[in-house]
């Protein structure tokens, strides 16, 4: 079976297909928008993370820790200490018994059995802006891609390429998700293209269907890799390969833009 969630800025999150509803933020006054969703392994939950390190859990979701629990204020605040950069993303460790936060800067935040591989600040940055992460899916490895197509990789996680010398004109990397055996991975740009790489097959973009005002925010594969969706900030969403449209949002007012999505 499959379903996938959208995820708004203010913590909305939209339920289709398989995938059960567990709960959002969206009732919650928040400090920072929504920036990222990750789901746990057995699909039963989902943790969503907002851009001051916020993490919010639901369904069978453990709560492992936050940057502020940390005493980490955000990046725009006067506080000391506070981050460099806001977060941009989450990703859960291998086994969802704990997950990654990954900020604009590249660095990277470990929580429950999430393993830290190194960052890039810990080899002098990685230069225009990290706008994701993916984990390799062994536990020791992981990749950051920066908003100019650069693959940034560590611990175990072998690099594949990545499109920065193709980067077409006027956008930029919003999204990135590995295929199911870690041996590759999707890049999404703005305007819709997809670029592959390792055992990730090409499938179909939703480029030329997205427009200048709505860009494409995330995307994210079926379970088997036999297919993906691409979501756009308006909460379109695109199916290819084996994966089935089970609907979007696209027709509703949002509160705030979908942001991120998962799904299986």
């Known amino acids: 079976q499959h379903g996938y969630w959208l995820a708004g800025s203010d913590g909305g999150v ?12 969206a009732n919650l006054r928040l400090r920072s928008p929504v920036v990222g969703i990750t789901p746990t392994a057995d699909r039963a939950g989902y943790w969503l993370v907002a851009s001051d ?13 936050s940057i502020p629990g940390l005493g980490i204020a955000p990046d725009d605040s006067t506080s000391l200490p506070r981050l460099n950069a806001p977060i941009v993303g989450m990703v859960a460790s291998h086994d969802g018994r704990g997950y990654f ?25 990685c230069s225009s802006g990290v706008a994701a992460m993916m984990t390799d899916g062994t536990g020791n490895g992981y990749w950051v891609v920066t908003y100019a197509g650069d693959v940034h990789a560590f611990g175990d996680a072998s690099v594949y390429g990545g499109p920065a010398a193709y980067l077409p004109y006027a956008t930029e990397v919003l999204s990135a998700v590995r295929t199911p055996s870690g041996n590759g991975y999707w890049i999404l740009f703005s305007n819709g293209e997809i670029y592959t790489y390792g055992d990730a097959a ?4 939703p480029f030329g269907q997205i427009a200048f005002s709505n860009p494409a925010s995330a995307i994210f594969a079926t379970s088997d890799g036999g297919g993906y969706w691409v979501t756009s900030f308006n909460g379109a969403v695109y199916a290819f390969g084996d994966a089935p449209n089970d609907g979007d949002v696209s027709a509703l007012h949002l509160n705030g833009q979908i942001v991120a999505a998962t799904g299986s």
């Open 14 to 25: 939209f339920s289709f297909g398989s995938a059960q509803f567990y709960g959002s933020a």
């Open 53 to 65: 390190g916020g993490v919010f859990s639901f369904g069978d979701a453990d709560f492992y820790g």
């Open 101 to 125: 936060l990954v900020a604009a800067d590249g660095g990277v935040f470990t929580f429950g059995d999430a393993t830290f591989e190194s960052s890039c600040p810990g080899i002098g940055g």
């Open 202 to 205: 090409y499938l179909g973009s």
